[in-house]
Nanobody, 125 residues
C-alpha cells in the first residue's frame, strides 16, 4: 500500500522557517512535488524534484526562499521554507508521480498519482 506521510507544519512568525517532510512507502517514484492550497484558492504548484537526477524546480514566488530536497535512504522528500511570509499560509500537500514529469507537467495536479493528507502552515504577521 502506497502512503505519503507529511509532517513539519505549524505556526510561525513572518521571517521564520519551517521544514516539511514527506515519507513515501510502498513504492518508489520518479517525481515528487509539493503543492499548497490557501483558503478560497486553488491548489498550486510549489516545487518538484526528479528522484534519480535530483533536479529541482520551484515556482517563482518561492525561489530563493524554499528548497526541495530528498533523502534516498529514507525515501523522503523535504521542503525547507525560509523567510516565510503571511502569503505562504496554506495547507501543503506532498505528491508523487510514477513517471518522470516534464517541467510543464510537474506543475499540474493531474499528473501526480498519489497525495499526502496535507499539513497546515500558518505564518503570522
Amino acid at each position: 500500500q502506497v502512503q505519503l506521510v507529511e509532517s513539519g507544519g505549524g505556526l510561525v512568525q513572518a521571517g521564520g522557517s519551517l521544514r516539511l517532510s514527506c515519507a513515501a512507502s510502498g513504492r518508489t517514484f520518479s517525481t515528487m512535488g509539493w503543492f499548497r492550497q490557501a483558503p478560497g484558492k486553488e491548489r498550486e504548484f510549489v516545487a518538484a524534484i526528479r528522484w534519480s537526477s535530483g533536479s529541482t524546480y520551484h515556482v517563482d514566488s518561492v525561489k530563493g526562499r524554499f528548497t526541495i530536497s530528498r533523502d534516498n535512504a529514507k525515501n523522503t522528500v523535504y521542503l525547507q521554507m525560509n523567510s516565510l511570509k503571511p502569503d505562504d499560509t496554506a495547507v501543503y500537500y506532498c505528491a508523487a508521480a510514477t513517471p518522470v514529469l516534464t517541467i510543464v507537467t510537474m506543475r499540474m495536479l493531474t499528473y501526480y498519482d498519489y497525495w499526502g493528507q496535507g499539513t497546515q502552515v500558518t505564518v503570522s504577521s
